[in-house]
Structures are given as structure tokens and as C-alpha cells.
């Protein structure tokens, strides 16, 4: 069994790091994403922090590839085993000069660091090490023992998302998109009416969600509709020299829009300081 284990390491290593270094490779919201993170601080500056995010991406990428494609070689085994080691460190040190900082495990990761974010980096250390005791590729493996790979794959990948940060948002959104699918409109409303959960299922889905993310720290706050528009309010953080500021982030869309009919496409975004006011912008 660990034989067989070992063999589909690669596989699963090399699909979680695909996932998390493609994430930041690809990131167009880098630099905020950067900032919520304890790195500006460990390397003096958020745009180096964001270059270092984006060099990360691409190491984990690199070993990805290497893992899928060479599972037996030594490099990619080894070099995961000492990423996971310096993931390891990296959230320690984290954890010491900004408690309360993102992770920043994935490009669009909010959650702070949590005992998850080191139980899946000592994962990916203690991975890459038994990937080195690898017999057979992992598609051997697979093909002579089908039904052992299947169960081991499966029981590899709920562990991985399990351990993965903030996975019951995720689950939360997934269940709530599942349930306007199967019975309609769950918050009722009167005929013709779009129902908030539409609207936030399509917020959700759009480039001002993605950008305006790294901000956010709470679920739907209130709502209300207004010359055909629907105000969203959700409460956040921005980072400001050694503080985080709390901040209102409002997003305004068609109140009649929603994922069938994404009519008046255009979605606003403001950030508004709590405390003073401040209309802020949108990214630094």
C-alpha cells in the first residue's frame, strides 16, 4: 500500500501545486492580493511582495509539471519536499510580525493563516519526501491496481481540500448555487423581482468580485434597490502603512439581472472608509 501510495503522490502534489501556482501566475489582482498578506512587510514593499507571490506561482508550476510528467526523477520530488519546508517557515514567520494577515496560499486567498495553512504546507513537505520512494509512474500504478488508485486518490484529494483555506465559503457558495438550480427563487419576492441570492450568484461570477476580493471579509451585509440598481454592502479591510483600515465595499448592479439575464453588464465598485467617510480607491 505505500508503494502504491508513493507512485500516486506526484499525481496528486502535482494538481495542487498546478492549482495554487497557476492561481498567482495568472492573478490580475496580484498586488492587492500581496498587500493583505504579511510579505510587505518580510520583504519591504508590496510590489516586491507581489513579484515574490509571482515567483512562486511560477516554482510551483515548474514543479508540477516536473511531478506529472518525470514522477520518478528526483528534482521535482525534492524541490516539493523543500518548498513545503519553505512554506513552513514563511507562514511561521507570518504568524509572528502579522497575526492576522492572509495567507496568500492561492492568488485569491482572504483567510488568514491558520493551523490549515501549516497542516497543508507540512502535507506538501512530507509529499514530496514520499514521492521520492516512488516505484511506478503514477499512471502505472493506476492501471495495475484501478480500484485501490481510485480510493486512494479520492480519500488523497478530500484531505487536500479539507485542508485548503477557507473551504466552507467555497462549500457554502456551491450549495447555494446548487439550490437556485433545483427550486428556483429560495428567497421569494414578488413576480418579476430578481432574487438577492441572483444577484449575488452573478456578482460573484463577475471581474469586479474578482478584483474587489482581497478586500472582503464578511458575507452579504444588507441590501436595497434604488433607481434600478441594487446595492450590495459587504464589510472589509484595507491595508494602509501598519494598519488595516475597516472599510464598506458596495457593489451596484441591474436589480433586475441575474445569471440567465446578466442584462446591464456593468457593475460598480466603491470602498468607503467606516470611521471617516473616505471614498478610497479600489487598489493601491
Known sequence: MFSLTASLTPLLLGGLLLWTGGAKVTSRTLLAQAGLTALPRLVRGPHRAALVLRLTGVA????????????RATVPAAGTAALGVGFLGYLAAAKAVAPESSCGCTANDTQPVTWRSFARAGAVAAGGAAALAAGDPWWSAAGDSPAAATALLAAGALLLAALSAGPERRVRVVLRRLRLRLFGNPLGGDAGETPVAASVELLERSLAWETAAPLIRSGLIEHWDEDGWRILHYTGARRTGELDRTVSVLFA??????RDRPAGQAIRVSVVDRETAEVLPLLT
Open 60 to 71: 510551483e508550476v515548474a514543479l508540477a509539471a516536473g511531478l506529472l510528467a518525470l514522477p
Open 253 to 258: 448592479m441591474d436589480a433586475g439581472a441575474h
